[in-house]
Nanobody, 116 residues
Framework: QVQLVESGGGLVQAGGSLRLSCSASGSIFSINAMGWFRQGPGKQREFVAGITRSGRTDYADSVKGRFTISRDNANNTVLLQMNSLKPEDTAVYYC??????????WGQGTQVTVSS
């Protein structure tokens, strides 16, 4: 089993920045990729960004150039730096981990609210 705990959400004005952190524990040796997803009000959960063990990254088109995902393997932590935030980025952000391809483990989520 893998446990994931997010932190760093909050309220920010449009154009501002936030950094989310996800700490992993448990069977972390089994993790291949980690990622961030979000679910806005009345919307389905969507992929935001992902990073593999080797460091390869992937981003949703809506956040490319504004968000950066990074991974600290020594501390079992994944960060999501979010810059130039927009009101449409408002959502609950979830950290997730994948053993192979599918994301199997989820954190409890952290709220990000961007005011206009």
């Amino acid at each position: 089993q893998v446990q994931l705990v997010e932190s760093g959400g909050g309220l920010v004005q449009a154009g501002g920045s936030l950094r989310l952190s996800c700490s992993a524990s448990g069977s972390i040796f089994s993790i291949n990729a980690m990622g961030w997803f979000r679910q806005g009000p009345g919307k389905q959960r969507e992929f935001v960004a992902g990073i593999t063990r080797s460091g390869r990254t992937d981003y949703a088109d809506s956040v490319k150039g504004r968000f950066t995902i990074s991974r600290d393997n020594a501390n079992n932590t994944v960060l999501l730096q979010m810059n130039s935030l927009k009101p449409e980025d408002t959502a609950v952000y979830y950290c997730s981990a994948a053993k192979v391809v599918a994301y199997d483990y989820w954190g409890q989520g952290t709220q990000v609210t961007v005011s206009s």
